[in-house]
């Protein structure tokens, strides 16, 4: 069973930066897409990027320029660098691993981020 795992969530200031990361208890390769999703209270989960097994990203318009996903294979981890960060940046951030065949998703549990002064 595939376990993903977030961490470094947490409060930051308006401008600010936060680093989140997503720990696969197996090769990331595993996934064909990896990305970041996120869930503010009473909102829909939205996609904050994703990251295809070849390196394409794809971001939300409301994050480009300021957040970058980026993968350590040999750590078997997927990071997202978080810029600027603005109070509407505040919401659940889950991990998502998507593999094609099995047409299956695995999300991680989710970490609080605050943007707030």
């Known amino acids: 069973q595939v376990q993903l795992v977030e961490s470094g969530g947490g409060l930051a200031q308006p401008g600010g930066s936060l680093r989140l990361s997503c720990a696969a208890s197996?090769?990331?390769?595993?996934?064909?897409?990896m990305g970041w999703y996120r869930q503010a209270p009473g909102k829909q989960r939205e996609l904050v990027v994703g990251?295809?097994?070849?390196?394409?990203?794809n971001y939300a318009d409301s994050v480009k320029g300021r957040f970058t996903i980026s993968r350590d294979n040999a750590k078997n981890t997927v990071y997202l660098q978080m810029n600027s960060l603005k109070p509407e940046d505040t919401a659940v951030y889950y991990c998502?691993?998507?593999?094609?065949?099995?047409?299956?998703?695995?999300w991680g549990q989710g970490t609080q981020v605050t943007v707030s002064s």
């Open positions: 998502n691993g998507y593999i094609e065949p099995t047409r299956r998703d695995y």
């Open positions: 197996g090769s990331i390769f595993t996934f064909n897409t």
């Open positions: 990251v295809t097994r070849g390196g394409s990203r």
